[in-house]
């Protein structure tokens, strides 16, 4: 939307935030230490890690790691 308090029935309008990005992908490690695609968590219960994976259109991938558990980059 164009404004904060834009109206519902306005069309929304596609913002660039970054040059040359070609993709984003995030990644969840469930308590089980196993990585999924989307986190579909208990109440209360949030992922041990979430990787996220930057594509750029150069063919690079910058990859961080994050931990839950105390906040961390990894």
């Not at 306005?10 to 990585?35: C, H, K, M, Q, Y």
């Amino acid at each position: 939307w164009s404004s904060v308090d834009a109206s519902p029935r306005e069309e929304p309008t596609v913002v660039p935030i970054l040059a040359s990005v070609s993709g984003l992908e995030f990644r969840f490690l469930d308590l089980n230490g196993e990585w999924r695609r989307n986190w579909n968590g208990q109440p209360n219960a949030v992922p041990l890690a979430i990787e996220v994976t930057l594509k750029l259109a150069s063919g690079e991938s910058i990859v961080r790691l994050v931990d839950m558990t105390t906040g961390a980059n990894l």
